[in-house]
């Protein structure tokens, strides 16, 4: 290995970051967790590491099993509705959804890491038996019982970017101008309403389930509302569209919007400070 250590490193410190923030749902703590991993490189006998990439994917991964063992006990306390922290598009193109993210969630660590280790990064099951210190068929059985929760959560037909972009558009435009009957033209029967202000900002409690609820808590929010929001940007969250826009209280807040058949299906609302820090 004739390249120097630290370029080898920072090849691949994007791909690294992506594997802890799938599998922590916090930017903060994946960047935790690949510094981590760098301290751990620099230690490493390199002459003896054919694929760098796939050694560093297995620290990074491992680190994150570690981390998430005390995670859950924090998130049992969390206050309201979790969401993983907003990655905007001019950040980081990234192609897990925020209902993937949530999914995964929901998995135990190690379906977690099994999924995305061997569907989304291409490992092999092999080489993923050898991470979790498991034997090649339970990896093959963690995996697929992550399939089978986290399936429906892909969305089934892609939003077209200028038409989420304008669905953005126009649900922003609607819900500060308390326009009801236009907002209600744009959410499906079933839409869900996520926003996670972790206890740090006002914010629903619980996840709202259909349109009704969600328009008679704009109808409240409205009341209450001494001035109007300010769009920053339209933008893509997470690989859905949406914006960030600077509220009275002069912070920022994240709204991503799942669109199926040209209607919202969820909309997921990120207030919590500490996960705004990468969002400008």
Same mark, same amino acid.
């Given at each position: 290995?004739?390249? *120097?250590?630290?370029?080898?490193?920072?090849?691949?410190?994007?791909?690294?970051?992506?594997?802890?923030?799938?599998?922590? =749902?916090?930017?903060?703590?994946?960047?935790?967790?690949?510094?981590?991993?760098?301290?751990?490189?620099? @230690?490493?006998?390199?002459?003896?590491?054919?694929?760098?990439?796939?050694?560093?994917?297995r620290i990074?991964?491992?680190?994150?099993?570690?981390?998430?063992?005390?995670?859950?006990?924090?998130?049992?306390?969390?206050?309201?509705?979790?969401? /993983? %922290?907003?990655?905007?598009?001019?950040?980081?193109?990234?192609?897990? $959804?925020?209902?993937?993210?949530?999914?995964?969630?929901?998995?135990?660590?190690?379906?977690?890491?099994?999924?995305?280790?061997?569907?989304?990064?291409?490992?092999?099951? %092999?080489?993923?038996?050898?991470?979790?210190?498991?034997?090649?068929?339970?990896?093959? &059985?963690?995996?697929?019982?992550?399939? !089978?929760?986290?399936?429906?959560?892909?969305?089934?037909?892609?939003?077209?970017?200028?038409?989420?972009?304008?669905?953005?558009?126009?649900?922003?435009?609607?819900?500060? &101008?308390?326009?009801? $009957?236009?907002? @209600?033209?744009?959410?499906?029967?079933?839409v869900e309403?996520?926003?996670? =202000? !972790? !206890?740090?900002? *006002?914010?629903?409690?619980?996840?709202?389930h259909g349109?009704? %609820?969600?328009? #008679?808590?704009?109808?409240?929010?409205?009341?209450? #509302?001494?001035?109007?929001?300010?769009?920053?940007?339209?933008?893509?969250?997470? =690989?859905?569209? !949406?914006?960030?826009?600077?509220? /009275?209280? @002069?912070?920022? &807040? $994240? $709204?991503?919007?799942?669109?199926?058949? =040209?209607?919202?299906?969820?909309?997921?609302?990120?207030?919590? /400070?500490?996960?705004?820090?990468?969002?400008?």
């Amino acid at each position: 290995m004739n390249e *120097p250590a630290s370029q080898i490193f920072d090849a691949q410190r994007p791909g690294l970051l992506r594997v802890a923030y799938r599998m922590l =749902g916090s930017l903060a703590d994946a960047e935790d967790i690949v510094q981590d991993a760098w301290l751990r490189w620099q @230690g490493a006998d390199h002459a003896q590491i054919a694929v760098p990439a796939a050694f560093l994917r297995r620290i990074v991964t491992r680190l994150c099993l570690d981390h998430l063992k005390s995670a859950r006990v924090q998130r049992e306390s969390y206050i309201g509705p979790w969401l /993983p %922290e907003p990655v905007v598009e001019e950040d980081w193109d990234d192609d897990v $959804t925020l209902p993937l993210l949530l999914a995964l969630e929901r998995l135990s660590p190690l379906e977690r890491a099994a999924f995305l280790l061997h569907d989304v990064f291409g490992e092999s099951f %092999e080489d993923v038996a050898q991470v979790l210190h498991r034997d090649e068929a339970a990896c093959r &059985q963690l995996a697929s019982r992550a399939r !089978g929760h986290v399936r429906m959560a892909r969305p089934r037909f892609p939003v077209d970017r200028e038409q989420g972009k304008a669905i953005a558009a126009a649900f922003f435009e609607a819900s500060q &101008q308390g326009d009801m $009957t236009r907002l @209600g033209a744009l959410l499906a029967r079933d839409v869900e309403f996520h926003a996670d =202000g !972790g !206890g740090k900002r *006002p914010a629903v409690a619980r996840v709202l389930h259909g349109a009704q %609820e969600f328009l #008679r808590a704009q109808v409240a929010l409205a009341r209450l #509302r001494r001035a109007a929001s300010t769009l920053v940007r339209l933008t893509t969250i997470n =690989g859905l569209p !949406g914006f960030i826009s600077q509220e /009275p209280d @002069g912070l920022l &807040q $994240t $709204t991503a919007l799942l669109i199926e058949d =040209g209607c919202i299906r969820a909309i997921y609302v990120t207030r919590n /400070p500490d996960k705004l820090h990468h969002v400008h």
